[in-house]
């Protein structure tokens, strides 16, 4: 089913590059060659930014009023894009009419939150849910799959559970036309000739694991606990990327240029308001555990010694200034880190680097907290733009969970897309710590 839902997403992008190109051809009347290519850079650049807004997913395609923001603010930014690139290929040329653009994203507005209402109906008609019979104790993982079901819009969906040897004797007769999902993996273990007598007749089995990290985009600790070996092999596998590098500088020179004004009038702003300093520096730790100094703007009143206290944020909400409420809002105080991004401590996208007092306390007390220190820590990362601020141990554990999905799953088009869905968070004014 999973193969299915991915492969209509991409048939469902595709169309949608097609819907807006024979509008542009039908609206323009002066086609040609060059022409058709610029368009197409826009349409691409109209659908990365939608996808990017979760456009596409199955959450924002249930609400006409969240498809019709994301297609509305995705649009709006990708025809921007699209423009920058064409002229950016291009030149500036006389054969560019910035109507047709315009046009492009009036388009797009209209027409694809109705195909998205069409689409996600269509969906929930044609592909039918999985019924499984799970391989696990449903005290330990109901409420995991509960998660999965309202995830998947009830295509996940649980029959019977099997938690002990006793009650798989007639599993034959329970499983029917369903699939097999394994949950426990040492009752699987105990099970393993029962359940390859069921394999052999056609039956699907999966794993866990799968489905979790297919609905959820996090990896829960519980099936970390449980499949120690496996993510233990699949987090050991995180070599630095060296493209992943040479982007991190592109981008953080092309940042800090635009960055630059904003860091001298908030400066400024912050000297009128609360004196000096204006750059917030603070050893952080970073990439295989080595400490680096973290520059932020100063958003706090100075307060060494809760600076210097065991519990750093517990004073945050009476330190902080007005300008800071303001650079926390919008994330302009994250605008300095782009040094760090230039002089390799920090990458554009990694989970969020934790203060020594923190990292010192949850490493001893999450299970493979300590995996996040295999790749850089980032200005924005998987965590940042799904969770947001935390500050209790079960936030901690959680936002652990999508910092420990990027480690496993990271790649430059997986960047590419946090580094979009910041934009919805910027938008959506999110703050960071």
């Known amino acids: 089913m999973?193969?299915?839902?991915?492969?209509?997403?991409?048939?469902?992008?595709?169309?949608?590059?097609?819907?807006?190109?024979?509008?542009?051809?039908?609206?323009?009347?002066?086609?040609?060659?060059?022409?058709?290519?610029?368009f197409i850079i826009v349409d691409i650049s109209v659908v990365a930014f939608i996808?990017?807004?979760?456009?596409?997913?199955?959450?924002?395609?249930?609400?006409?009023?969240?498809?019709?923001?994301?297609?509305?603010?995705?649009?709006?930014?990708?025809?921007?894009?699209?423009?920058?690139?064409?002229?950016l290929i291009?030149?500036?040329?006389?054969?560019?009419?910035?109507?047709?653009?315009?046009?492009?994203?009036?388009?797009?507005?209209?027409?694809?939150p109705v195909f998205s209402w069409l689409y996600y109906r269509i969906i929930m008609k044609v592909i039918p849910p999985i019924l499984y019979v799970v391989i696990g104790d449903p005290s330990k993982y109901k409420s995991l799959m509960d998660e999965i079901r309202i995830s998947s819009h009830g295509k996940i969906i649980v029959d019977t559970w099997i938690?002990?040897?006793?009650?798989?004797?007639?599993?034959?007769?329970?499983?029917?036309?369903?699939s097999i999902l394994v949950a426990d993996l040492g009752l699987y273990r105990r099970l393993s000739?029962?359940?390859?007598?069921?394999?052999?007749?056609?039956?699907?089995?999966?794993?866990?694991?799968d489905v979790v990290e297919y609905w959820l985009y996090r990896i829960p600790l519980q099936l970390v606990e449980e499949y120690r070996d496996h993510y233990e092999i699949l987090l050991n596998k995180a070599p630095i990327s060296q493209i992943k590098r040479v982007m991190d500088i592109v981008l953080g020179l092309a940042m800090m240029l635009i960055a630059l004004p904003f860091i001298i009038v908030f400066g400024i702003l912050i000297v009128l308001n609360s004196g000096f300093p204006i750059i917030f520096k603070q050893p952080r730790v970073g990439l295989y555990e080595q400490l680096f100094m973290f520059y932020k703007l100063r958003s706090l009143k100075v307060d060494e010694k809760a600076e210097n206290s065991?519990?750093?944020?517990?004073?945050?909400?009476?330190?902080?200034?007005?300008?800071?409420?303001?650079?926390?809002?919008?994330?302009?105080?994250?605008?300095?880190?782009?040094?760090?991004?230039?002089?390799?401590?920090?990458?554009?996208?990694?989970?969020?680097?934790?203060?020594?007092?923190?990292?010192?306390?949850?490493?001893?007390?999450?299970?493979?907290?300590?995996?996040?220190?295999?790749?850089?820590?980032?200005v924005t990362g998987w965590a940042q733009i799904n969770y947001g601020h935390t500050t209790s141990k079960e936030e901690y554990i959680r936002k652990t969970e999508y910092d420990l999905y990027y480690v496993i799953h990271k790649s430059i088009l997986f960047d590419i897309q946090i580094i979009m869905q910041t934009f919805e968070t910027f938008l959506g004014m999110k703050g960071g710590r």
Do not use: C
Request: glycine letters at 8%; proline letters at 3%.
């Open 2 to 38: 999973y193969q299915k839902i991915v492969y209509q997403k991409r048939f469902y992008m595709a169309f949608i590059v097609g819907f807006l190109f024979l509008f542009q051809y039908v609206y323009s009347n002066r086609f040609s060659n060059l022409r058709m290519l610029q």
């Open 51 to 87: 996808f990017a807004f979760h456009g596409f997913e199955l959450n924002t395609l249930k609400s006409k009023h969240v498809v019709f923001i994301s297609t509305a603010i995705g649009s709006f930014l990708g025809v921007l894009l699209g423009m920058f690139l064409v002229i």
């Open 163 to 178: 938690a002990s040897v006793e009650e798989a004797a007639d599993i034959a007769d329970k499983i029917g036309d369903k």
């Open 310 to 378: 065991e519990n750093p944020n517990r004073t945050i909400k009476q330190r902080i200034t007005l300008v800071g409420k303001i650079l926390r809002k919008t994330r302009v105080d994250e605008f300095p880190q782009f040094i760090n991004i230039l002089n390799g401590t920090m990458s554009v996208v990694g989970p969020r680097p934790e203060m020594k007092v923190y990292h010192d306390k949850w490493i001893e007390e999450i299970p493979f907290y300590g995996y996040r220190n295999m790749v850089r820590p980032g």
């Open 193 to 209: 000739g029962v359940l390859h007598d069921v394999e052999k007749h056609g039956v699907q089995k999966h794993f866990i694991t």
């Open 90 to 112: 291009f030149g500036a040329q006389r054969d560019i009419y910035r109507h047709e653009f315009i046009a492009t994203n009036t388009a797009a507005i209209v027409g694809i």
